[in-house]
Nanobody, 123 residues
């Protein structure tokens, strides 16, 4: 059983940047694929990014490609999502997720999910 706790959300102006963090505990973090999802009010959950255990296999949603960078530090049991050039459409609760493979997570198949951190982008 892996517990995931997100942090780093907040209010930012359009064009700004945020770095979200996800702390993992329990289980074997270094063997898990990890990723990020988001859900805006009244909208369906949307995949953002995922990476495999080594960080070499990475997927991004088209909506964030070129603006987002996902990374992990297996020594610290941490996953990060750097978001640049933020837009009002990026406003959502961002969730950290763990799963079997980065591809599985990109398809919405995850084993664990955190409670989320809110990102609000003002225009």
């Amino acid at each position: 059983q892996i517990q995931l706790v997100e942090s780093g959300g907040g209010l930012v102006q359009a064009g700004g940047s945020l770095r979200l963090s996800c702390a993992a505990s329990g289980g074997t973090f270094s063997t898990q694929a990890m990723g990020w999802f988001r859900q805006a009010p009244g909208k369906e959950r949307q995949f953002v990014a995922s990476l495999n255990w080594s960080g070499r296999n990475i997927y991004y949603a088209d909506s964030v490609k070129g603006r987002a960078t996902v990374s992990r530090d297996n020594a610290k049991n941490m996953v990060y999502l750097q978001m640049n050039n933020l837009k009002p459409d990026d406003t959502a609760v961002y969730y950290c997720a763990a799963g079997r493979t980065a591809y599985d997570i990109s398809q919405g198949d995850m084993d664990y999910r955190g409670k989320g951190t809110l990102v609000t982008v003002s225009s």
